[in-house]
């Protein structure tokens, strides 16, 4: 066991962009940070992952915010030519047919004929005047919105695809934060606007920046800036306990390769999943407390990405697949994201996403039977011709989104308070730091503010971010969007 020696005591937990962002902020005032990252490799569920040559994105990450400190901050990172500026274009697939996504109304009822263009519209003014009974879940609060059978055909198979839990089971928070203030009304309205680059509502900006190797190239490149600053990135050092009396946290300490090592801490950022964060106090929270961390549950994630000719691809960033018939949830094409993701000429890449729960069996079956999965899949909906694809590989990613059930915000209620009165120099950031589902600008946001707390003494309730619709979505100067 040794002791680490340092010039600065501010522990940073975990290095995907809310633990980076908070080291280099830190950095930039002087102030040395220590991240330890169990992986081997920067980013979170913002990294770029690489095969040979082909980089995946996991999950997608549009670089579009409106928050002007986290736009200043991507241009510091990365200079203006490493910033590819892209169309956004998304879609629905279901029944053989192709949505607009964000929904544009006369496509969508155009597409599913008159008789069920009418009931949808029916279905909506019936909601108008008979809203469903329990807007505090996502059925509720999507049809509330759309009407019963725009839900049931846009909405329902996706997420219980991405939750793996019937819809009625998911909080309304996730749908807040991901449709926003749009309805069938306004997709009306929108439809019959001349079409432009929408800023005012987040969810139908039509273009965005993307860095041109990918989300990991701007961690990769902070990671650099960190070193560069004289902070430090460590990787493979699991935090195991964190040692704490009389109010704060005294001590983190890591399993690493060799050994266990102590970081002696005047202030920790913690951006590790907030229920292993309080598991992991020394000594231990009392059992309630310990508990409601076990009632916080996460949602795995992997991508099974497929190489196929470019003539084989499609225009969109990425389809969403409605069809219950299926596994698949999402599908990208990493040469709509930036060409450079893709290495060979007259190629592309797929990215068939599935939502999962690690150990279940998609996450268990090994990547060949993965990628015969996707290749069928794709088959069968009439996506891919057969004997299309060239090659496969299989990228997976653990507790990739925090689950909304009926009791998550009581348990992160619970665990704030423990953690507020009895480790006040531990501050949770980002998405899984906070259990709540950030986008990659949210995420650095909460950062950005938590080091302006520990440098300037300043009191911002970073637990306010990406939580009022006003707050995020049509306030010029106080709201981001980056994507699912």
């Not at 009418?118 to 108008?128: G, M, T």
């Not at 793996?164 to 807040?176: K, N, S, Y």
């Not at 997709?187 to 990991?216: C, M, V, W």
């Not at 949830?329 to 996403?353: A, D």
């Given at each position: 066991?040794?002791?680490?020696?340092?010039?600065?005591?501010?522990?940073?937990?975990?290095?995907?962009?809310?633990?980076?962002?908070?080291?280099?902020?830190?950095?930039?005032?002087?102030?040395?940070?220590?991240?330890?990252?169990?992986?081997?490799?920067?980013?979170?569920?913002?990294?770029?992952?690489?095969?040979?040559?082909?980089?995946?994105?996991?999950?997608?990450?549009?670089?579009?915010?409106?928050?002007?400190?986290?736009?200043?901050?991507?241009?510091?990172?990365?200079?203006?030519?490493?910033?590819?500026?892209?169309?956004?274009?998304?879609?629905?697939?279901?029944?053989?047919?192709?949505?607009?996504?964000?929904?544009?109304?006369?496509?969508?009822?155009?597409?599913?004929?008159?008789?069920?263009?009418?009931?949808?519209?029916?279905?909506?003014?019936?909601?108008?005047?008979?809203?469903?009974?329990?807007?505090?879940?996502?059925?509720?609060?999507?049809?509330?919105?759309?009407?019963?059978?725009?839900?049931?055909?846009?909405?329902?198979?996706?997420?219980?695809?991405?939750?793996?839990?019937?819809?009625?089971?998911?909080?309304?928070?996730?749908?807040?934060?991901?449709?926003?203030?749009?309805?069938?009304?306004?997709?009306?309205?929108?439809?019959?606007?001349?079409?432009?680059?929408?800023?005012?509502?987040?969810?139908l900006i039509e273009e965005f920046e993307y860095p041109r190797h990918g989300p990991g190239m701007m961690w990769e490149r902070c990671h650099q800036l960190v070193e560069t600053q004289g902070g430090e990135v460590h990787f493979h050092h699991a935090v195991s306990r964190i040692q704490h009396s009389g109010g704060v946290a005294t001590t983190v300490i890591a399993d690493t390769p060799s050994g266990e090592v102590r970081f002696p801490c005047s202030d920790v950022v913690s951006s590790m999943p907030i229920p292993r964060l309080v598991q992991a106090?020394?000594?231990?929270?009392?059992?309630?407390?310990?508990?409601?961390?076990?009632?916080?549950?996460?949602?795995?994630?992997?991508?099974?990405?497929?190489?196929?000719?470019?003539?084989?691809?499609?225009?969109?960033?990425?389809?969403?697949?409605?069809?219950?018939?299926?596994?698949?949830?999402?599908?990208?094409?990493?040469?709509?994201?930036?060409?450079?993701?893709?290495?060979?000429?007259?190629?592309?890449?797929?990215?068939?996403?599935?939502?999962?729960?690690?150990?279940?069996?998609?996450?268990?079956?090994?990547?060949?039977?993965?990628?015969?999965?996707?290749?069928?899949?794709?088959?069968?909906?009439?996506?891919?011709?057969?004997?299309?694809?060239?090659?496969?590989?299989?990228?997976?990613?653990?507790?990739?989104?925090?689950?909304?059930?009926?009791?998550?915000?009581?348990?992160?209620?619970?665990?704030?308070?423990?953690?507020?009165?009895?480790?006040?120099?531990?501050?949770?950031?980002?998405?899984?730091?906070?259990?709540?589902?950030?986008?990659?600008?949210?995420?650095?946001?909460?950062?950005?503010?938590?080091?302006?707390?520990?440098?300037?003494?300043?009191?911002?309730?970073?637990?306010?971010?990406?939580?009022?619709?006003?707050?995020?979505?049509?306030?010029?100067?106080?709201?981001?969007?980056?994507?699912?």
């Amino acid at each position: 066991m040794s002791e680490q020696n340092q010039r600065g005591n501010t522990v940073v937990i975990g290095a995907g962009p809310a633990g980076l962002t908070a080291a280099y902020e830190l950095g930039k005032r002087d102030y040395k940070a220590v991240v330890l990252e169990a992986d081997d490799v920067v980013g979170g569920i913002s990294r770029t992952a690489r095969v040979g040559d082909w980089r995946f994105d996991i999950g997608g990450h549009r670089f579009f915010t409106k928050v002007t400190p986290v736009r200043d901050l991507w241009h510091e990172m990365l200079p203006d030519e490493d910033f590819l500026l892209r169309p956004r274009m998304s879609r629905i697939f279901y029944r053989g047919r192709f949505y607009d996504y964000p929904l544009r109304a006369f496509n969508a009822l155009r597409n599913l004929g008159v008789l069920e263009a009418v009931r949808c519209v029916l279905s909506y003014l019936w909601v108008r005047i008979r809203p469903p009974k329990d807007l505090t879940t996502f059925e509720g609060y999507i049809a509330s919105k759309f009407g019963w059978r725009l839900y049931g055909i846009f909405f329902k198979t996706y997420t219980e695809k991405v939750w793996g839990v019937p819809a009625d089971q998911i909080q309304a928070d996730w749908a807040a934060q991901r449709v926003k203030n749009l309805d069938l009304f306004r997709a009306i309205i929108n439809s019959l606007a001349p079409r432009r680059n929408q800023k005012d509502i987040t969810s139908l900006i039509e273009e965005f920046e993307y860095p041109r190797h990918g989300p990991g190239m701007m961690w990769e490149r902070c990671h650099q800036l960190v070193e560069t600053q004289g902070g430090e990135v460590h990787f493979h050092h699991a935090v195991s306990r964190i040692q704490h009396s009389g109010g704060v946290a005294t001590t983190v300490i890591a399993d690493t390769p060799s050994g266990e090592v102590r970081f002696p801490c005047s202030d920790v950022v913690s951006s590790m999943p907030i229920p292993r964060l309080v598991q992991a106090m020394d000594p231990a929270p009392p059992a309630e407390v310990l508990a409601a961390a076990d009632g916080l549950a996460f949602r795995d994630f992997l991508t099974v990405a497929l190489v196929v000719p470019e003539t084989a691809g499609f225009p969109d960033n990425w389809i969403y697949i409605h069809s219950p018939e299926v596994e698949v949830g999402r599908v990208q094409n990493f040469r709509s994201w930036s060409p450079q993701m893709v290495p060979e000429p007259g190629k592309t890449c797929l990215g068939l996403e599935y939502f999962v729960s690690e150990g279940d069996e998609l996450w268990t079956s090994s990547d060949a039977d993965l990628v015969a999965l996707g290749t069928s899949e794709m088959e069968r909906l009439g996506l891919l011709e057969p004997g299309l694809v060239e090659q496969g590989f299989v990228v997976r990613m653990p507790k990739a989104y925090p689950m909304y059930d009926a009791f998550y915000r009581d348990n992160v209620d619970v665990l704030r308070a423990w953690l507020g009165a009895n480790v006040a120099n531990v501050r949770p950031v980002g998405r899984n730091g906070m259990h709540r589902y950030n986008n990659q600008d949210h995420s650095m946001y909460t950062a950005m503010l938590t080091v302006e707390n520990i440098v300037d003494g300043t009191t911002h309730d970073v637990w306010e971010v990406n939580v009022e619709a006003e707050y995020h979505e049509e306030v010029a100067e106080e709201a981001a969007e980056v994507s699912p």
